[in-house]
């Protein structure tokens, strides 16, 4: 180990931290690999805040690395709102420890003489962020690691508008917390400042949910919902949102029903994965429901499943969901001549083309902006004089209105559900609108291919892997040849056949896109929260009148696996 490895180890043998952590640290030591992970660097902000492994060290989520961050944040908040009576809510969610540490951070706050206003049990992280604007707070926590494995925690950051954090705030707070030393922390706290909030900021977020996600229909009791939380918060809003929405006909999966940070009756707590919606659909078949809804463990994200034409369940992708979504909230707006141009949509830049295509329909304004919901937050404050209809991500994650700043899965559930029951009423279905979209804005299929590299060898791999298509992109794909290439860690387009270059009007990122000729597009870029490298493909065709998705589906399908081959995956 090098010298600024060790140092870094033996400062946890000293004030503030406690004889337990030291112990652990004895016994780490006997594992010199598990040791230099633990501790090689800092936990950093990414696209959805700080997250990682629990445990001793300052590459993992424990009391004292939450605790940096809750002091240099309670710095910067007390230095820009110099004259405020400062007030920070904070939920967290069902894993393990999230309680405790959601405890020792408002205890961190309050010690610096901050308002705590603390959730009294799990919520969901939309809750919180509505929360963040009902209660007129400065600032709000959730302690998550949304649908990681059962040994992640984390921490995200909301700013005044309900928002996570983005530029300036997120730089300037990260800079006060690098300033910040673990001696600095404040870890005696003021519980006169310490104050718990529940019921009533639930109803509030339910009527919200509610106004936000309900449509102008005679009745929803012939519509059969199965619903999973995967053992997550959402078991303290989806049912309450539905019953008070007018949904009488709710079947939840009792086995993954009850709030656990070890997932027990789940593989992967990720309603994209295939596998977590497994028990859901095997409930849906026996009792012959119409859709199944399974959402993650702080209810940001959907997973949907509906019946095709044959009646047997399609597990829809996040593009799927955002696409259908969309076009119901413009289809609603435009029966009630509700658009007139000031309106926009979002997506990010490797989500599903279809969204653009379809705001040029509408004449509604279209928004791409970089991966992570916290950017399309960052829209609707950067455009105040358009209003936000809905917006989402190819990751599960949609958002209706601008109410709630982050996606939102409990009033995405419910506007689901409305789609659905839209579509009965005219002896139709959620698997026949999203064929009219295909036939309207052209047949699109997305696959993401991910790559798990942990640890810091991992880290040095996926740099590696970007590294070789940046510094030697693909001139053509199976043949195909390359149009435009944008790299977003420089901010160039390139137009390969006009030899002509453009600025990328985005943040800088670490992500790179390639678009063909046949007008199919490549996406690669290491994801924000996990340690993982990714790669999203889209490719399209259109759908004729005549065609179903059935048969079009695997000509897309072959499509990508030779584009995968091109690339050499």
Not at 262 to 291: H, W
Not at 421 to 434: E, G, M, Q, R, T
Not at 511 to 540: C, H, Q, W
Request: net charge negative; with cysteine; hydrophobic share 35%.
């Amino acid at each position: 180990m090098n010298k600024t490895l060790l140092a870094r180890i033996e400062e946890w043998y000293e004030p503030p931290f406690d004889k337990e952590t030291i112990e652990v640290l004895e016994e780490m030591k006997k594992h010199p690999q598990e040791l230099e992970d633990a501790f090689y660097k800092n936990l950093e902000f990414g696209t959805g805040g700080m997250r990682g492994i629990m445990g001793v060290g300052t590459n993992r989520i424990n009391a004292y690395t939450l605790g940096k961050s809750t002091q240099g944040l309670s710095d910067y908040l007390k230095q820009t709102f110099e004259d405020s009576t400062i007030k920070v809510v904070i939920a967290y969610d069902c894993r393990n420890n999230s309680k405790s540490l959601a405890l020792r951070v408002a205890k961190v706050f309050s010690a610096n003489g901050i308002k705590v206003l603390l959730f009294s049990d799990l919520r969901t992280t939309p809750e919180l962020s509505f929360a963040v604007t009902h209660l007129e707070a400065h600032c709000g926590i959730v302690l998550t690691a949304s649908h990681n494995p059962p040994e992640y925690n984390g921490y995200k950051v909301y700013w005044k508008d309900g928002g996570q954090i983005v530029p300036p705030q997120d730089l300037d707070i990260m800079n006060m917390i690098d300033q910040t030393q673990f001696s600095d922390i404040k870890f005696e706290s003021n519980n006169d400042l310490i104050q718990w909030i529940d019921k009533d900021i639930d109803q509030a977020f339910f009527d919200t949910s509610v106004l936000l996600g309900q449509s102008n229909l005679k009745t929803r009791k012939n519509f059969k919902v199965v619903f999973t939380p995967l053992h997550g918060t959402s078991i303290t809003a989806v049912p309450q949102v539905l019953t008070q929405a007018g949904y009488t006909d709710l079947h939840l999966v009792a086995a993954q029903s009850t709030p656990d940070g070890n997932f027990p009756n789940v593989k992967s707590p990720n309603p994209e994965e295939p596998e977590a919606l497994k028990m859901a659909l095997d409930l849906a078949q026996s009792i012959g429901a119409d859709i199944v809804i399974g959402i993650d463990p702080d209810s940001d994200r959907l997973g949907i499943a509906v019946r095709d034409h044959n009646e047997e369940f399609l597990l829809l992708n996040g593009n799927q969901t955002m696409v259908v979504l969309t076009y119901f909230l413009l289809e609603e707006l435009k029966k009630k001549n509700q658009l007139d141009g000031n309106q926009f949509v979002a997506t990010t830049v490797v989500s599903t083309p279809m969204i653009k295509k379809m705001a040029r329909t509408y004449g509604v304004h279209y928004k791409e902006t970089l991966t992570g919901f916290k950017w399309i937050g960052k829209l609707i404050k950067d455009f105040p004089e358009l209003k936000f209809i809905g917006g989402g991500e190819e990751s599960f994650g949609y958002l209706v209105g601008d109410i709630i700043r982050d996606k939102d899965a409990v009033t995405s559930t419910l506007l689901a559900c409305e789609v659905g029951v839209s579509a009965k009423n005219y002896d139709k279905s959620f698997y026949d609108i999203l064929e009219e979209c295909y036939r309207k804005f052209g047949a699109h299929k997305e696959k993401l291919i991910s790559f798990t590299q942990n640890g810091k060898e991992g880290a040095e791999k996926i740099k590696t892997m970007m590294e070789r298509f940046r510094n030697n992109p693909p001139k053509e794909v199976s043949g195909i040849s390359v149009m435009e290439s944008e790299d977003y860690l420089t901010s160039n387009r390139t137009f390969l056949m006009e030899k002509r270059f453009e600025k990328i009007d985005l943040p800088v990122t670490d992500l790179l896109i390639f678009k063909l000729e046949d007008d199919s597009r490549i996406a690669i870029r290491p994801s924000g929260t996990e340690p993982k490298i990714k790669f999203y493909i889209s490719v399209n065709e259109s759908l004729e009148s005549n065609e179903g998705w059935y048969t079009k589906e695997p000509k897309l399908d072959l499509k990508i696996e030779t584009i995968i081959k091109g690339i050499g995956l």
